[in-house]
């Protein structure tokens, strides 16, 4: 084969691969290790040099899903707790296979008028989800670290306004460091979208009260007070390791005090939104000035997918449009588009140019499922998460560190006869082995200096069984560590 033009009479014939193989690789998901390593030897099939000739579509393809079906982690089945990841709706992932079959450009409304459209929808669909003012501006980014470099990039405009510098076209020369407050549960990604915007990973400043990292906030206030109001306040809803989140109406009345700007990161904890149960962990981002979360955990849509809200839609377009090209649109009076709403312009609000139009597989899962969908998925999860802290709490060799609060239940190994200085090596060692075995996925953190298992339950396939599996193998496979 010497020319994809040879192939455009039979262009379908692929896909037909990729089609016949999904109904029983999807089918199977319930009965599959997550990870199987035995398989991973097939994954030289996909190295070796470039060939000088192809072997067409239909054998590559073909290698593409032999190979993968049988050596992926298979993240989208039920029993993937590692990291906070969800999987992907059947009609997530068809609206991921229609992106790709259209290819559409979701820069820019004159690109394609439908993947422009249909984030807008999306946003405003999210901004109802979560109980967002639907005046927020918006974009998709590909992640909640692309998402914070969104909204800290808006209030890194904000801030230097306050100097009176356009940091847009000077930078930031010249400039004292942006003073950026959070408590202990902040997430990397906020340390690395600073990182990115050259503010600096390490200029974030934590205060917490106790090493769990709850919030200090009569600390936070005398430092706001300190720097006059100039600074960035961090709110966290959903810690990692625990579910634990901030105070957000407090920390948004202190904002509003001293005048400063009010970012959050909702990657999951978002949804708490969702279920009266836990709404009012939510209560108080309605007053962010930035808000940001993802969707490739609990919306449950193909990787990647993100989102930032700003209560600002003009300062998006400081921050990231107006380039001055002539062949690009220029923005109009909305800010990002020409003005009537809907045709705007989504590389002038986010960091991206070049944008896959990652909206189509969120617009099929909430058309499809809707708000009571997605609060029924919610509440089951939270129900299983709950059973699971309650299987740990009766178990007389784990034991439970944290309340049960949203989706994460932190826990670790502790078998009798073990002394405590010989936990963290016995439950790291515990999370290697489980890793190994593949059954089920749960990786190790660190949590108020204990190594811990902090497994997330929110793939939409997740029901009581698959975390009572959960318990039995981490059971198993303890006791064969300490005989």
């Given at each position: 084969m010497s020319d994809p033009l040879d192939e455009r009479d039979v262009a379908g014939e692929p896909l037909a691969v990729v089609a016949g193989a999904a109904g029983p690789y999807l089918d199977g998901l319930a009965g599959r290790p997550v990870h199987d390593r035995s398989r991973d030897a097939l994954l030289d099939e996909l190295d070796g040099p470039l060939p000088e000739r192809g072997d067409g579509s239909v054998a590559a393809v073909e290698r593409l899903v032999r190979v993968g079906t049988e050596a992926a982690t298979h993240s989208s089945g039920p029993r993937f707790f590692h990291f906070v990841v969800g999987g992907s709706t059947p009609a997530a992932m068809a609206g991921d296979w229609t992106t790709s079959l259209l290819d559409q450009g979701a820069g820019m409304w004159v690109l394609s008028p439908l993947a422009t459209r249909a984030e807008a929808v999306v946003l405003r669909w999210l901004k109802e989800l979560f109980g967002l003012p639907a005046s927020f501006g918006g974009v998709l980014t590909p992640s909640a670290t692309f998402a914070h470099v969104t909204?800290?990039?808006?209030?890194?405009?904000?801030?230097?306004?306050?100097?009176?510098?356009?940091?847009?076209?000077?930078?930031?020369?010249?400039?004292?460091?942006?003073?950026?407050?959070?408590?202990?549960?902040?997430?990397?990604?906020?340390?690395?979208?600073?990182?990115?915007?050259?503010?600096?990973?390490?200029?974030?400043?934590?205060?917490?009260?106790?090493?769990?990292?709850?919030?200090?906030?009569?600390?936070?206030?005398?430092?706001?007070?300190?720097?006059?109001?100039?600074?960035?306040?961090?709110?966290?809803?959903?810690?990692?390791?625990?579910?634990?989140?901030?105070?957000?109406?407090?920390?948004?009345?202190?904002?509003?005090?001293?005048?400063?700007?009010?970012?959050?990161?909702?990657?999951?904890?978002?949804?708490?939104?969702?279920?009266?149960?836990?709404?009012?962990?939510a209560r108080g981002v309605e007053r962010a000035d930035s808000v940001t979360a993802d969707g490739h955990k609990w919306l449950n849509v193909p990787y990647e997918s993100g989102f930032s809200f700003v209560r600002d839609q003009a300062m998006m377009t400081r921050a990231f449009g107006a380039w001055g090209a002539s062949y690009l649109p220029d923005a109009g009076p909305d800010g990002a588009g020409d003005g009537d709403g809907e045709r705007i312009n989504y590389n002038m609000l986010g960091p991206e140019s070049s944008r896959r139009a990652r909206a189509l597989p969120i617009w099929a899962t909430l058309r499809a499922y809707g708000r009571d969908g997605y609060r029924a998925m919610v509440e089951r999860h939270l129900d299983v998460s709950q059973h699971l802290g309650g299987l740990v709490e009766a178990a007389p060799d784990l034991e439970l560190l944290?309340?049960?609060?949203?989706?994460?239940?932190?826990?670790?190994?502790?078998?009798?006869?073990?002394?405590?200085?010989?936990?963290?090596e016995l439950n790291a060692r515990l999370g290697e082995e489980l890793l190994a075995d593949g059954r089920v996925y749960a990786g190790t953190s660190t949590y108020r200096g204990m190594t811990v298992f902090r497994p997330a339950p929110l793939n939409w396939r997740t029901t009581r069984a698959d975390v009572e599996l959960l318990v039995d193998v981490l059971r198993e496979l303890g006791a064969r560590l300490t005989p």
């Open positions: 909204g800290l990039a808006c209030a890194r405009s904000w801030w230097a306004d306050r100097y009176g510098v356009d940091v847009t076209s000077r930078g930031l020369a010249g400039l004292p460091a942006m003073p950026v407050f959070s408590s202990g549960l902040v997430h990397v990604s906020t340390r690395k979208a600073l990182q990115i915007l050259g503010c600096g990973r390490d200029t974030l400043r934590t205060f917490a009260r106790d090493d769990a990292g709850r919030v200090d906030l009569a600390a936070m206030n005398a430092e706001l007070a300190r720097a006059g109001g100039r600074a960035v306040i961090v709110a966290n809803l959903g810690d990692v390791n625990t579910g634990d989140s901030d105070p957000i109406a407090d920390l948004a009345d202190l904002a509003e005090r001293h005048g400063a700007w009010l970012h959050v990161d909702g990657a999951f904890g978002m949804f708490a939104a969702l279920s009266p149960r836990t709404a009012h962990l944290a309340p049960v609060q949203l989706c994460v239940v932190c826990f670790r190994y502790r078998p009798d006869g073990v002394p405590e200085r010989r936990l963290d």
